[in-house]
């Protein structure tokens, strides 16, 4: 399957944080999503730890995602994984009822509770509860058995909702009732008799579930939402979540908890505008994503065509990669592009010219992972690989190499997460420097800034501390004097 224009744009969004992406069925939302696990995997997996969950619209839908992950792997090969790539997958494909029931699991009290599957022992029990409210609420005429299934419906919602406090569903938007074809009112007034009725209802039908050592689907979700809420092991730093408007507010709440709030962590809700099977999905079509509470402001993304009836504009040169390199020391920028399946040569553009360099012309560097753009990293001393620059690029420096970036302290000198550093090896630097450091067999990049009350490693960014190093501790590795980054 070949990517279009407006694909292609969310797959390679370096916008991490929240993103929405909405459309029809068949505009290639779950396919989009895939790429866009890979290009993730790739770019902004900065460590072992990190992993990526893809959430699939249900069971059937994992083998189909594992056959598009597959692929897209093979197509992007020469476009995503880089030299720094890893070869192990960091993705784990699951359903949302399967992560449910492993934390549900958890809680040993209910090890030996039975689920509630069959419909008539639900009512029978619902009939009892009915009955012993409807001595305080005689004029609420939906207290019958008549309306058992609106009963039973509402009830699955506001569980499904986390409403476990009366107020909390007085004050409720009851959205998602309009096309129910369930025998009931269309409408329950706020702060009305009839909710509170209602309420009373399912809190006698839980107690009589947990005499029976019973438990139904809602219940079990919000016994993995508290489980997963006390268990922080297993965490990933990127979340995409197929069929969004599928799930209920408990179910966003536990994909909200299995982040791992990394500063480069993302979630991408994936949803169906004409495609929602669930009555208690919370994203369904007049409810916003601002109602999730999130933390911070979500990118939202439209496709508005199916991918079948859309024409094709723009295709991707998987066997090219493209770069930008910053000459620090002469503040120019170049253009420059390369075949992956012949490195030593490469084309240079600038604001004048364009110019294809052969490998005579050009110097081979060194490639190592890593070097900490944040919080110092232990120093991994074997090369990853090699990278071919103009010689010009660096005329009188000897000793260079190269340093991949992992983390964001030095965005303000237009350092990013994933960029490439050439250093200059040199023991000696001067004030105001970006400089390599071995701090204790850690590596980390910074500003050298030479105060009256001692030597720091000042960060571009705000977010985090200023270093003070000494003569013991700390040694000069070089002096930052170019940056690539891949475009």
Same mark, same amino acid.
């Given at each position: ?95 949302? &009822? ?61 569980? %499904? ?12 938007? !009851? ?35 947990? &005499? ?83 933390? %911070? ?17 723009? %295709? ?21 592009? !390369?075949?992956?399946?012949?490195? %030593? ?143």
């Amino acid at each position: 399957m070949e990517l279009n224009a407006a694909q292609i744009k969310l797959v390679e969004n370096k916008s991490l944080g929240y993103n929405l992406l909405k459309g029809v069925t068949g505009a290639g939302k779950t396919t989009t999503a895939v790429y866009r696990v890979v290009y993730l995997e790739n770019y902004y997996c900065l460590y072992d730890k990190d992993r990526i969950l893809m959430i699939a619209g249900d069971s059937t839908q994992i083998e189909n995602i594992k056959k598009i992950y597959d692929k897209a792997k093979e197509n992007t090969k020469f476009n995503y994984m880089t030299l720094f790539s890893k070869s192990d997958d960091k993705l784990c494909i699951h359903s949302i &009822e399967d992560i449910i029931y492993k934390y549900f699991q958890y809680n040993e009290k209910y090890s030996n509770y039975n689920l509630i599957e069959s419909k008539k022992e639900k009512e029978e029990i619902l009939v009892q509860c009915i009955k012993n409210v409807k001595k305080s609420y005689e004029k609420i005429k939906i207290l019958n058995s008549k309306y058992i299934e609106f009963i039973i419906d509402e009830i699955s919602w506001i569980k %499904s909702c986390n409403y476990t406090i009366l107020e909390n569903y007085q004050d409720a938007d !009851r959205i998602g009732r309009s096309n129910s074809k369930i025998q009931g009112p269309r409408r329950l007034m706020k702060n009305s008799d009839i909710r509170e009725a209602i309420f009373k209802i399912m809190t006698l039908y839980n107690e009589k579930l947990e &005499e029976k050592k019973l438990i139904d689907l809602e219940d079990m979700a919000l016994i993995a939402l508290q489980q997963c809420k006390n268990i922080t092991d297993e965490r990933y730093t990127h979340i995409i979540v197929d069929e969004s408007q599928n799930l209920t507010k408990v179910q966003l709440e536990l994909v909200r908890e299995l982040n791992s709030k990394e500063t480069y962590f993302s979630t991408t809700y994936v949803v169906s505008k004409d495609n929602c099977k669930n009555s208690n999905g919370w994203l369904i079509k007049s409810r916003k994503i601002s109602s999730l509470g999130l933390p %911070s402001k979500v990118k939202g993304h439209i496709f508005t065509k199916r991918y079948e009836d859309h024409v094709e504009k723009k %295709s991707i040169d998987y066997s090219m990669e493209s770069f930008k390199y910053c000459d620090i020391k002469h503040g120019r920028d170049y253009e420059l592009s !390369r075949d992956i399946n012949n490195i %030593s040569e490469i084309i240079v553009k600038d604001s004048d010219s364009q110019y294809k360099y052969s490998e005579e012309e050009l110097k081979k560097l060194p490639v190592y992972n890593d070097i900490a753009a944040g919080e110092p990293i232990l120093m991994n001393p074997e090369i990853e690989d090699v990278f071919y620059v103009p010689n010009y690029w660096l005329k009188g420096m000897k000793d260079c190499f190269i340093l991949k970036v992992r983390g964001d302290s030095m965005i303000g000198a237009d350092i990013d997460n994933g960029d490439y550093v050439i250093i200059k090896k040199q023991y000696t630097v001067q004030n105001k420097d970006i400089v390599a450091v071995n701090l204790d067999g850690n590596a980390t990049l910074k500003r050298f800034v030479n105060k009256k009350e001692g030597i720091y490693l000042m960060p571009e960014n705000k977010k985090y501390e200023p270093i003070r190093i000494n003569d013991e501790g700390a040694r000069i590795i070089g002096v930052a004097v170019g940056i690539i980054k891949q475009n």
